[in-house]
């Protein structure tokens, strides 16, 4: 009985297998929607209150296969912060991984603190959901300590998931954004940290560019 049924477990191992990568790949998703998604980047404004950003280089063929890359400085033209954001869109696939917990460590950081964080928005926008981390690395005659704030969307609020390979999987897009600051000292709090403040000002025109209702 039990040989029946071994070519039928086989053709579910085949059909399972064959979903997991459709949903990996992008294999039914709508290209023209990613294509709208990224052409939309370089409408994300360049000064937000008193932050002018700047954008940045990157080697591309570290990204991967994903859509559209922002990477910005952002200073603070009053109190002279300078914040870096890179915001990334594509398949969830792609855009899921490659988080800072694991990268900066295998950069040589050593990660000091991990936590969720809900940064204090205008009510009328989604509530939003941050991790946050602070990362410290200690050389012969310097230490630089960082403060990282992430978050995934995949229609309209910003959110963590301790799996995001697995809980984005389905999303047609997923964009993943990051903010990133050299702080003075560790232990800096972050409801102080000007990495909110500029976020404060960004999710708003991101809701508005990405998510507004039609």
């Known amino acids: 009985m039990a040989r029946k049924f071994l070519p ?12 997991v990568h459709g949903c990996w790949t992008g294999r039914w998703m ?7 998604a990224a052409a939309k980047l370089d409408r994300v404004p360049m000064i937000l209150g008193d932050w002018q950003g700047k954008p940045l ?3 591309t063929k570290q990204l991967g296969p994903i859509s559209g890359y922002l990477h910005r400085r952002y ?3 009053r109190t002279g912060a ?6 990334a869109v594509g398949r969830p696939g792609p855009v899921s991984i490659h988080t800072p917990d694991v990268c900066y460590v295998a950069g040589g950081f ?12 205008d009510p009328l926008l989604p509530a939003a959901e941050f991790q946050t981390a602070q990362f410290g690395k200690t050389k012969t005659t310097e230490q630089k300590h960082l403060r990282v704030f992430w978050s995934w969307n995949a229609g309209g609020i910003w959110q963590v998931a301790d799996a995001p390979r697995l809980a984005f999987a ?20 972050p409801n102080d940290d000007p990495c909110v403040e500029l976020m404060q000002l960004l999710l708003p025109e991101l809701q508005s560019l990405f998510f507004a209702r039609t």
């Open 8 to 19: 039928l477990a086989g053709l579910l191992v085949i059909i399972l297998s064959g979903l």
């Open 57 to 59: 280089e990157i080697d």
């Open 170 to 189: 389905r999303c047609p897009v997923l964009y993943k954004l990051h903010l990133v600051r050299e702080m003075a000292t560790p232990g800096e709090p």
């Open 75 to 77: 200073l603070n033209q």
């Open 110 to 121: 050593q990660a000091v603190s991990i936590d969720k964080f809900t940064p204090p928005l």
């Open 82 to 87: 300078i914040v870096v954001v890179s915001l």
């Open 30 to 36: 709508d290209p023209p929607a990613l294509a709208d």
